[in-house]
Structures are given as structure tokens and as C-alpha cells.
């Protein structure tokens, strides 16, 4: 279905999208563009944003078409580092965030967690944000126990829970893991855990995936285990506002990196190109899917932007005149 | 002494982590040192939630300007608070069915799990979201190409708000090779390329220089603190 036959088949939500901003275009007519410019309620603007997130959302929930993704050098080097691990081999993902940032970091979350799991791997969830452990039972729930029933938890993966510290907690697990974590996040002894066996410190671990929507996260992983232990790898998804902030490690102490909502989405397209299948869950998806609003939304802040900008220099120029 | 003693306690915790980071043998001190650290960190909750509940009981009793949203602090944090450590509604584990309260507390159907679910959830997320509708109504306030380094900066923020999208591929889709062989010295200029070097190039550099610069002003203050010449940390006499 393309945008006009979804158009045609959805003709009421284009009158309720023009009602809702008519009184603006009466405002216009009657006042003038360039003065109800110069002095337009913000809530006009909320109201454009409100419609260029929510149309595409719909659109995209009607049709399920989303934007072709052409995955970048720093996507394809974190699903590489994955990639190139056997089954059985440890990792420690640390979920850092918190549902605020769950829009851009829970697509990602989800795309690590089935990777992790599609690979066989050994999954260490462990958090140092004090919300981070309901991210990790949600991403456990959503992903392994709905599709990987077979994994067994305490053999094949294990939820060590939150630790209040910071990075403190990484500069004691990197060289003495049971000194902090004595039981996992639902209070079983660590020494009935089968997987725990030889997990002295996480030096033990194969690869590092960090979630981090701030502090403490991707930036103490590597200043404090990545770069005293340069043997350690390190694979990140972080928030837009953060990812600039992390090119400077890049790429010998932070070996891969997703960077907002973009970078979720190259990734899912990576794994789902690799495991999805023909027709992929749409929870896999989620981050595809939100390039669309992304999109709408983006263009209009530029066009909102021009439109100010237009204004500003007819007005400079009609006083340079006077 | 009021001074002197937490000082100290600076002086040796700071220098015993840098011995520690630097000889091999000092190692395990320093692990003691920083669970010492993990320790206060945990006791931080109790004086944070101690401070909270002396900031907002003080609002309401003066009933000063907003002493109900003190209250719904109050409310929410002391429910919560209960809830949590009262492990109040959590079903029995898997493991120990002969105990009612000892399933995990975030198991969906317990008490804590549905305020995290229904309360802390969406209003975090709602928060959060509102962001882009200020967002857009900033940038057409404030955005404005009023200079040369305005100009450049509106430049930029265009060329990285298309290149995070499809729209970015999609207008310059049209400098291809294929389409004729003198736009593979091209290349470069479609937005989706840009976007990656000025992302790599320009925004590393100007990170990185501002990094090290906050690293040697670390480094300087941290000094000044361990050998006591810098006290402000330690508050007022």
C-alpha cells in the first residue's frame, strides 16, 4: 500500500489533520503569514510535532512499510564483534538506562539480546542503574522466554541484578567479580549458579555490551575496565545526545558503537538479514519502524527552522531599507 | 579535627587508588578501597531519601508555593518505599513455594512491579518525550543564522538532522557513478557520507581536545584536593 491508496482508504485522518491546524490557516488569511509568524503560539508547533510523529506512526502501523536501512561502519563493526564469538562463550551485557530513554535503547536492548541468544552465547545481565534490572527482565521476558524457550536460566543466561556504585562497581568486578555480586538479582547463591563457575571477574568475559542512556555507562566501561584491561572488548548502544561524545574511543577502546535510534536500526536490519527470516516479529522491527517519525519529524524542525530564518532576514532587510 | 579527619581519609583513599592502579601488588587494597566506596554509595540512598524527606515535609508544613506537589512527593516515595522493602504482594519463588513473600519483587503482579508499570514508566517516558516538542519550538524561536559561525552551525545541524534519516539518501541518490562516471569524485558530497565525516572528523576532534583539557583539569584539581590545598569539598567552617 502506498501513501496515496493509504490515503484514499484513510480520508478521515486528513480531516481531522486539517480541521485541527484550520484555525491557523484562517490566522493567515486574515492576518497575514508574516505577522502570525512573528508572533505564533508555541502550541501551533506543538501540534505540528504531535501530527509529524503520529501520522507516520500510524501509516506505519497500518501498511508496516518502513525505510530501507543501509547499515553504517560502526554498526556493522558492532554486529562483527558478536559475530565472530563461538557458542558457549561468556558476555556481560549491562543495561544502563531507564524507561525515559527506552524509546531509542529498548530496540536496541532487544536486537543484543536475540543476537546474543540466536549465537548461543552465555548472557551475563548485570545493570548500574537502579531501574536497569526491570530492563533487563523485560528484554529477557520479550525476547528469550517468548522465543528461546530451550535456554535455560543459571545455565545459558543469568540476571545479576543492580549494584549501586557507579564505577565503582566495574573497577571492583574487573579483577574480583564475587566481591560485589554474592547472589543474582533474584537472591540465589551465586555458587548454585552452573554458569558462574569460573567467573571470577569479568576479565572472563569475551565481550562487553553496554546499553547506556548516561552516567555511570559507556564512558566509565571504558575508562574503567576497557583501558587498564585493553584486552577486554567493548560494543555500545547509546542515546543520540551521548554518541558524539564517544567517537574519541573509537575504535580501539570502544570497538563498536549504535548511536541513537539510527544506529538501532542498522542493527536490527543487520541481525534480521542474518536471522530474521521472511517475515521477522515486528517487536525486531521496532527500531525500523521509528525512522519514520524520525524522518517526519526531523523535517519538519528544518523547516520550521528555514521558515524563522526566512523571517529574520526579510525583517533585517526592511530595516537596512528604512 | 572536623577538617583534618575527612582529609586524611581523602588523602589516603586517593592516593592508595593510584598506587594501586600503578603496582600490581597494591591491587587488592585498592579493590578494598572501592568496595569501601560501593558501601557509601549504598548509605548515599539513605541520606538522599533522608534529605528528600526534610526538603518537601518543610515545604509542607510552611505550605509554601507548591507544597502539594511536596505532598505527592512525599506520598509517592514513602508508597514506594514501603512497598519495596515490605516486598508487599510479591508471589511465592519457584524455589521456596512455602514462603508467600519470596519471589522476586519486580515479578509482573506484584505491588512494586505494577507501580513501576503504571506510575514510574509512563510518566519517565512522557517526560522524555515532551523533549521534542520543545525541541521544535527552540529551533524556530532561537535558530538563526545571524553570523558566519551560525550559519556554519545551521549547516551542519541540517546535514546531520537529514543524514540520521532516509531523506538524507534520498536527495543525493542522484550522485551516482552509475548514473555518470564524473560523480565518483562526488561521492563524498552525498549527505549520508557527510554525515559520517563530520561525525568521525570534525566532531572527534573537538571532543577530543575538550576531553583532554577536562582530563588535565581532573588531574589538577584531584591533585589539589589529595594534597589538602583545595577544601571547598569539605564546606564552610
New interface residues.
Given amino acids: 500500500m502506498n501513501v496515496v491508496e493509504f490515503l484514499t482508504h484513510q480520508w478521515w485522518l486528513l480531516v481531522v489533520v486539517v480541521l485541527s491546524v484550520w484555525p491557523l490557516f484562517a490566522q493567515f488569511r486574515s492576518l497575514g503569514t508574516e505577522k502570525v509568524l512573528r508572533t505564533l503560539d508555541r502550541r501551533w508547533i506543538f501540534l505540528l510535532m504531535f501530527w509529524a510523529v503520529l501520522l507516520p506512526i500510524y501509516y506505519i502501523g497500518v501498511t508496516g512499510d518502513t525505510f530501507p536501512e543501509v547499515p553504517s561502519v560502526l554498526s556493522e563493526a558492532t554486529f562483527d564483534e558478536i559475530e565472530r564469538l563461538n557458542e558457549g562463550d561468556p558476555v556481560l551485557l549491562s543495561f544502563d538506562f531507564d524507561p525515559a530513554s527506552g524509546g531509542e535503547l529498548i530496540p536496541m536492548a532487544t536486537a543484543f539480546t536475540r543476537h546474543v541468544a540466536e549465537k548461543k552465547l552465555k548472557m551475563y545481565f548485570m545493570a548500574l542503574w537502579p531501574v536497569g534490572p526491570q530492563m533487563i527482565d523485560e528484554s529477557i521476558e520479550r525476547v528469550i522466554r517468548s522465543d528461546f524457550p530451550e535456554l535455560v536460566y543459571g545455565q545459558d543466561y543469568v540476571n545479576l541484578g543492580f549494584k549501586s556504585g557507579n564505577e565503582g562497581v566495574i573497577k571492583v568486578i574487573v579483577t574480583n567479580f564475587r566481591e560485589l555480586y554474592t547472589t543474582d538479582s533474584y537472591g540465589t547463591a551465586v555458587e548454585k549458579i552452573p554458569m558462574m563457575e569460573g567467573i571470577d571477574n569479568i576479565q572472563r568475559m569475551r565481550l562487553i555490551i553496554n546499553v547506556s542512556a548516561g552516567y555511570a555507562g559507556t564512558k566509565e566501561w571504558v575508562q574503567y575496565a576497557v583501558t587498564p584491561y585493553p584486552a577486554l572488548r567493548l560494543v555500545a548502544g547509546v542515546t543520540g545526545v551521548q554518541a558524539p561524545l564517544f567517537y574519541p574511543y573509537i575504535p580501539r577502546q570502544l570497538h563498536g558503537m549504535l548511536g541513537a535510534i539510527k544506529g538501532a536500526a542498522e542493527y536490527e536490519k543487520l541481525v534480521i538479514d542474518k536471522y530474521g527470516g521472511a517475515n521477522p516479529d515486528p517487536k525486531y522491527l521496532e527500531a525500523l519502524r521509528r525512522m519514520g517519525p524520525q524522518l517526519v519529524a526531523h523535517l519538519l524542525i528544518i523547516g520550521l527552522i528555514v521558515v524563522a530564518n526566512v523571517l529574520y532576514f526579510a525583517e533585517k532587510r526592511r530595516g537596512a531599507t528604512r | 579535627m572536623k577538617r583534618l579527619v575527612p582529609m586524611l581519609i581523602t588523602a589516603a583513599g586517593g592516593f592508595l587508588l593510584i598506587v594501586a ?1 600503578f603496582i600490581p601488588y597494591w ?1 587488592s587494597w ?2 578494598k578501597a ?2 569501601w ?2 558501601v557509601l ?2 548509605i ?2 539513605i541520606l538522599g531519601g533522608g534529605n528528600l524527606l526534610k526538603v518537601h515535609l518543610k515545604h509542607v508544613s510552611d505550605r509554601s508555593r507548591g507544597w502539594g506537589y511536596s505532598l505527592v512527593v512525599l506520598v509517592s516515595f514513602l508508597v514506594t518505599l514501603a512497598v519495596g522493602l515490605g516486598k508487599v504482594g510479591v508471589p511465592p ?1 519457584p ?1 521456596f513455594p512455602a514462603f508467600a513473600w519470596s ?2 519483587y ?1 515479578q509482573p503482579g506484584g505491588a512494586f512491579w505494577f507501580l ?1 508499570e503504571y506510575a ?2 509512563p510518566l ?2 512522557t ?3 515532551m523533549l ?2 520543545y ?3 527552540a ?3 532561537a ?4 553570523n558566519l559561525h551560525a550559519f556554519l552551525l ?1 549547516g551542519t ?2 546535514i546531520i ?2 543524514g ?4 538524507g ?1 534520498l536527495l543525493t541518490s542522484w550522485i551516482d557513478p552509475s548514473i555518470w562516471s564524473g560523480f565518483q569524485y562526488f561521492t563524498g558530497l552525498r549527505i ?1 557520507v557527510l554525515t ?1 565525516y563530520i ?2 572528523v570534525f ?2 576532534a573537538g ?2 581536545a575538550i ?1 583532554i583539557g577536562i582530563a588535565l583539569g581532573i588531574v589538577a584539581t584531584s591533585l589539589r584536593v589529595l594534597l589538602g590545598l583545595d577544601r571547598s569539598y569539605l564546606g564552610k567552617e
Fill in positions: 592502579y591491587q585498592g579493590e572501592t568496595i566506596f560501593d554509595a549504598s548515599a540512598f519463588s524455589q519471589g522476586p519486580g513501576y514510574f514508566k519517565t517516558s517526560i522524555f518525550a521534542a516538542f525541541i521544535a519550538s529551533a524556530f524561536r535558530f538563526r543564522a545571524k545551521l545541524a541540517f538532522l537529514l540520521r534519516t532516509f531523506a539518501v549520508e559520517v561525525m568521525s566532531t572527534t571532543n577530543r576531553m
